[in-house]
Every structure is written in structure tokens, then in C-alpha cells.
């Protein structure tokens, strides 16, 4: 066995044993995690609202209808509190390690991908915890491309055109650094969630702006009104700790007696009075209750479980409905449909001249004693250096947009841990294809594909609440996904080929993908003259960057496949409403988590009034 191969059977060993220790460390001597959301001491039978999930968008529409004093909120969150190491940035990466946090979600054998990973199956480690993905993500804020959500308005759905909507990104952002110039009246100051510029000087980082700009691209804010370009990223981080929903909306009101938070509480069904939501049914400590819902049931569970739980609840197409023997309460045909996701190409690896960068701050007590004491050091900031670029690779069509996360991050620089785990690739490809170069200094361009055309569907595998749905989204159905992302592999060996990164010493791991044939006569970066390798290279490297959305699509119903109108209330039903990122009608350009807030803090208005509760639009942001 190799020397690399036992370091990270090591390494992983010492992760498992290391992280109940720093949890308990964390737990006792940062503030935010001694926060309680303990059960209430007395609950009602019936609420005026229900939401189910506390996740990224439920914590926005729970923490606002709560500013209400006189409707009666009930939240009911499947998962726990955030684990200690949550709140600290740099150890963002030990989310998807904590696997209570996550459904541990595994898609179906995918077709067209995924051909180096177990059973081309693609983890999908959705958020169960209190907060969701704001609570454990990597805390990159991304609104996406205005043009995003004028789409949204041109498919039926008035109100979400851009122009509409940034007032709600503004309302939710307190952005933290300087003055922005031209782009400042597109950013908010003051509201619940931090978001920051880059804390990190990284010359890696630098050198990729620079080769954009060599090739005549702009840096620009990423998230202004024009966002084909580079940029370093903006981080929800507020003064060296993570800023979730959880912490932004939720825990401001837990001392409100109108809310009440019950976690590690399973909804399993909606219940109805005809075609009207009137309560759920939940488990919690092994027992079922039921509670009523006097106004709304709003359903903020997320992007597999929210279909999921209308199938449940008989809302969905009707013959699927029927063969599970489900009751039809409404024939929606869109309930798990249009699943789209955002597909990273993996393993396009440069190597670098010098040491191999330092160990993870997780075994270092300085970078601890500085957390703990001045919220400074490692732990304080992402866990790496990145810049991020945005383009069409093909003049004239706005949906044809490439993303390239560059990061000195990449499948080989944990020598294995705990990246064939995580990911599920191939333990045996992963070691034949990046074992030469494990532990390597480098960096990567994780080309990814914004506008996807390849959907996919969530169904029920049965009717127990207790199994997983089946998850299958289709990756590269489409050809015309394959076409784009060979463009943007092009792109990422163009700028590989730039005065600023070939002067750090950049060397391209040119060995041949496993599963793939590669011309050896050509030159490592002739990309261009040998498509089909990297159609083949795409098809076995590729896999979800952990952005689904869509499933319960919003559209007016002249749209077959809506589930929600514009206000996110369910069709033909009522009393219920859709708020996550299901209700998505198209994709965004980058990833969702800002979007969702931004739907949430829409959706909280418009559940307002039309509950005749008066809403100030001119707060001055």
C-alpha cells in the first residue's frame, strides 16, 4: 500500500477523532453556538401559520410574519441545531463530513454521466439542520445574472422581473464593506444577513483576474447589474463568523412568544378539508401529533422534500398519485418535475512549482486560540482563496453562460481525504488518475454550465415518509449541455495559457481521464482538436455542484407544468403555499442560496398583505 494511500486512511481516521473534540471546544467558548432553540414550554393545537422547514428560505418567512405580533407561527424542522463548527468559516468544509446535518440524498445510475463515480450515482447531501444550506454551505453570495429573473417575469410570472426584485435583495443584504462606486445602489446596507468582500490576499487569486483581463474581460462586482465578467466573490460572513438565516432571522425572535421552533420534527403529510390546507401531521420522539393551521400551511422544505411531501399529501400527477394508492387531492403534473442543477466538470488540475500548501487549520491550536479568542485566523475566513469568472461562450445567446470557480482547492490536495467520500468517486479511478500528483501545490478551473437545458424529476419511491424519494436528474440529457461545456474547458485552457498564470509555473496534469482515450500526439492544451476526449472527460468527470431548484415550479396556470402562481400559492388548492428554491421556474446564474433568501423576504411581504397587513416599501436601504 502506498505511503499517499495510508496518509489518507490516516488523515480520515484523525478527522473522525478530531471533530467531536473541536465541536466540544467550539461549543463551550463561541457565543453564537451556546444559542438555544429549545421546545417550547406550551404549544397550541392550532397556529395561524404553519411552516414547515426552518431552513434557508423557512427562517426569512418564519422570522418576518413573526414581526407580526399577532399571528401565531409554528416551525417544524426535521433536522437539529447547528453543530458548533458551523459558525466558524474556515471549517465550512466539515459540513458535508457531519452527516446528521444532511438526508444523505443519492441520485439515480445517471445515463450520460457520472462515469467515474460509484454506480454513477451523485451524492446530493441536502441541508437538514436548522438554517439548511445557509447553516452549512460554503457561504458564497451569488444573486445571479439580472437577465435570470427578467426570464422569470417573461414565463408568466409579474412581479419577479429584476427591477422588482432587487429591493428584496437589498432589503435582506448588510453588506460590509466599502463603498462599491456605480454598483453601490444595487447593495443593501443594514438588513439581517452580512454579506463580505473577499477577507483573503491570495496572489493565485489575483493572477486569474489578470488572465481575464488579458483576454479582454472585465472584474467587476459580482453582484452588480452586469455580471459576465471575473470577480472575486462576496462571503456571508459578519466579523469571523457564518451568517445563516438561522442566526439572521430566527434567533433575533426566539424569545417572541407568537413563534414557536420545533426541531428534529418530521412532517409527513398536509392535511385538507376538501381542496383546502388545514394542519400537518408531524412525528416528533417517536410519536404523531397533529396541529391546525388557521391562515396558511406554507412549505419551505426544500427542493426534494417539498415535492415529495405534496405527493405525499395527494398533490401531484395524478397517475403516480393513483399507483401508490394516494388519494388525488389536486392533479398538478409539474410536482416534481423541471429539476435542474447546476454540473461542475472536475479533475482540469494545474500543478505548481514549491511546497505543498499548509495542513487544514482543523489540527491547529494557534488557528483555534485566535478563533476562540479575536474571531481572526484561519477558522475566521473561507476555507480557501477564490475568484470566479462568468461568460457566454457563444456571442449572442444569453443562455450559453459558463462559470469557472478558480481555487487552489481541487480533488488532490487532501491526498484523498475525504474527497472520493464525499463525492463518491471511484476510490480505485480516483487513485489511477490523481495519484501522481496527491498533495501537490496547484489549483483547479471548475468549469460548470449555468443554464442547463437537461431537467430532470423527483418521485416517490413509496408511500413510508421514511424513505428517500427518487432523485433523477438527468445530467447531459441534453447534447447541447455536453456543446457548452467543451467551450468552457476551451476557455479555462485559454486563460491557462495567459502571461499571468503560465508565469507562476503552471503545468496541466495532462494524464488520460480513466474511461477515456486521449490522442497522445497532440499538445496537453490543443483542447480544441480533440472534442471528443473532453466530451468523453465531461461525461466521467462531471457531476452536481449542489444547486437543484425547480421542482415545484412557479407559472400561471396556462403552465402545464406550474405547481405555484406568482403570490406561490399551490393551484388548484388552497391555503398553502410553495416557498424555496422549488418554485424556481429557470435557472439561475450561480448559486441559489441568495436567491432563495431574496424569494422568502418577497414571499413574507406578499403573505402580509394579502392578510390585509400593511407593508412599508419605503425603507430607505
Request: aromatic share 10%.
Amino acid at each position: 500500500m502506498s505511503s499517499s494511500v495510508l496518509q489518507a486512511i490516516s488523515s480520515r481516521v484523525l478527522v473522525g477523532s478530531m471533530l467531536p473534540l473541536l465541536q466540544a471546544v467550539l461549543h463551550t467558548m463561541v457565543k453564537e453556538a451556546a444559542l438555544s432553540y429549545d421546545r417550547p414550554q406550551e404549544f397550541y393545537s392550532q397556529y395561524d401559520f404553519i411552516i414547515v422547514g426552518a431552513g434557508t428560505a423557512g427562517s426569512v418567512v418564519a422570522g418576518r410574519l413573526a414581526e407580526v405580533p399577532w399571528f401565531r407561527v409554528l416551525v417544524l424542522e426535521a433536522g437539529g441545531v447547528p453543530s458548533p463548527e458551523t459558525y466558524a468559516p474556515g471549517l465550512a468544509s466539515l459540513g458535508f463530513l457531519n452527516t446528521s446535518n444532511t438526508w444523505n440524498y443519492i441520485t439515480e445510475p445517471q445515463q450520460h454521466s457520472l462515469g467515474n463515480f460509484v454506480n454513477q450515482q451523485a451524492p446530493l447531501p441536502m441541508a437538514r439542520v436548522v438554517g439548511g444550506t445557509s447553516t452549512m454551505g460554503g457561504m458564497v453570495y451569488s444573486r445571479g445574472d439580472p437577465r435570470d429573473y427578467d426570464n422569470w417575469e417573461t414565463l408568466g410570472n409579474s412581479g419577479w422581473d429584476y427591477d422588482s426584485i432587487l429591493y428584496y435583495f437589498r432589503k435582506a443584504e448588510d453588506y460590509l464593506g466599502g463603498h462599491l462606486g456605480e454598483t453601490e445602489t444595487y447593495h443593501g446596507r443594514g438588513g439581517p444577513m452580512a454579506v463580505s468582500p473577499d477577507p483573503s490576499e491570495g496572489h493565485l487569486s489575483d493572477a486569474f483576474l489578470r488572465a481575464g483581463e488579458e483576454l479582454g474581460y472585465d472584474t467587476l462586482d459580482l453582484n452588480g447589474p452586469y455580471q459576465m465578467g471575473f470577480s472575486r466573490p462576496h462571503y456571508n460572513i459578519r466579523k469571523g463568523v457564518r451568517s445563516s438565516t438561522a442566526g439572521s432571522y430566527l434567533q433575533p425572535a426566539l424569545s417572541w412568544s407568537n413563534l414557536h421552533i420545533l426541531h428534529s420534527s418530521t412532517v409527513t403529510k398536509v392535511l385538507f378539508k376538501g381542496k383546502k390546507a388545514t394542519g400537518v401531521l408531524f412525528e416528533y420522539e417517536g410519536k404523531t401529533f397533529q396541529v391546525t393551521a388557521e391562515r396558511e400551511v406554507v412549505l419551505s422544505a426544500g427542493v426534494v422534500a417539498t415535492p415529495k411531501l405534496l405527493l405525499m399529501s395527494g398533490v401531484g400527477p395524478q397517475q403516480h398519485l393513483k399507483d401508490h394508492k394516494i388519494d388525488v387531492v389536486a392533479n398538478l403534473a409539474g410536482v416534481g418535475q423541471n429539476l435542474w442543477d447546476h454540473l461542475g466538470v472536475y479533475g482540469l488540475v494545474w500543478t505548481l512549482p514549491g511546497p505543498p500548501p499548509h495542513s487544514s487549520p482543523l489540527f491547529n491550536t494557534t488557528a483555534m486560540h485566535q478563533y476562540v479568542r479575536h474571531r481572526a485566523g484561519p477558522f475566521s475566513a473561507p476555507p480557501t482563496q477564490c475568484s470566479i469568472a462568468r461568460v457566454e461562450v457563444e456571442e449572442g445567446k444569453n443562455q450559453s453562460g459558463i462559470g469557472i470557480l478558480f481555487s487552489p482547492v481541487s480533488f488532490h490536495m487532501d491526498q484523498g481525504l475525504p474527497t472520493p467520500y464525499t463525492y463518491r468517486m471511484d476510490k480505485q479511478i480516483y487513485q489511477e488518475y490523481y495519484g501522481s500528483v496527491l498533495g501537490k501545490a496547484g489549483f483547479t478551473m471548475l468549469v460548470s454550465m449555468l443554464h442547463p437545458k437537461s431537467t430532470g424529476t423527483i418521485s416517490l419511491l413509496s408511500t413510508d415518509p421514511r424513505d428517500p424519494p427518487v432523485i433523477d436528474p438527468q445530467f447531459l440529457s441534453h447534447p447541447d449541455d455536453l456543446h457548452t461545456l467543451v467551450k468552457g474547458i476551451q476557455l479555462a485552457f485559454k486563460l491557462a495559457n495567459t502571461d499571468a498564470l503560465k508565469n507562476l509555473g503552471a503545468k496541466f496534469h495532462d494524464k488520460p481521464v480513466p474511461g477515456c482515450k486521449k490522442n497522445s500526439d497532440k499538445e496537453d492544451d490543443d483542447e480544441e482538436e480533440d472534442q471528443e476526449y473532453w466530451k468523453c472527460f465531461i461525461q466521467h468527470m462531471a457531476s452536481s455542484l449542489w444547486h437543484p431548484a425547480g421542482t415545484c415550479r412557479m407559472g400561471p396556470s396556462s403552465d402545464p407544468q406550474a405547481v405555484v402562481d406568482s403570490s406561490l400559492r399551490v393551484h388548484s388548492v388552497e391555503g398553502l403555499r410553495v416557498v424555496d428554491a422549488s418554485v424556481m421556474p429557470a435557472t439561475v446564474s450561480g448559486g441559489t442560496a441568495a436567491a432563495t433568501v431574496m424569494i422568502a423576504e418577497k414571499a413574507a411581504d406578499v403573505i402580509k398583505e394579502d392578510w390585509d397587513i400593511d407593508v412599508d416599501y419605503d425603507l430607505i436601504l
